[in-house]
């Protein structure tokens, strides 16, 4: 059985297109994805998009951990990250919580 992982796409959907067509040639049988796969890049929600739809396997990482719950569990984070938190969780909706 082959299996591929990957993790930290941050929201770069014209890589995590290019890692779910090379898998994808290469007769893998299933996918998993360690998580943060959203923030930092514009498009996180296209990115959950295309997870949901191959059916890969998904862990959640930090930057879900943000989006679920917000940046109130993280301390360590203030000012423009959580502006940009924020920012990512409007883009994203509420509807993939």
């Known amino acids: 059985?082959?299996?591929a992982v990957f993790s930290d796409i941050h929201?770069?959907?014209?890589?995590?297109k290019a890692i779910v067509?090379?898998?994808k040639k290469n007769n893998v049988n299933e996918i998993i994805c360690l998580g943060d796969s959203i923030?930092?890049?514009p498009s996180s929600k296209q990115c959950l998009d295309l997870i949901f739809k191959e059916n890969i396997k998904y862990l959640l990482g930090n930057h879900e951990l943000y989006?679920?719950?917000?940046t109130s569990i993280d301390d360590e984070i203030a000012g423009d990250e959580i502006n940009h938190h924020s920012w990512i969780r409007n883009s994203i909706g509420e509807n993939y919580i």
């Open 39 to 41: 923030g930092l890049g």
């Open 1 to 3: 059985m082959k299996v």
């Open 67 to 70: 989006y679920i719950y917000s």
């Open 11 to 16: 929201g770069n959907y014209q890589a995590l």
């Open 21 to 23: 067509r090379d898998i």
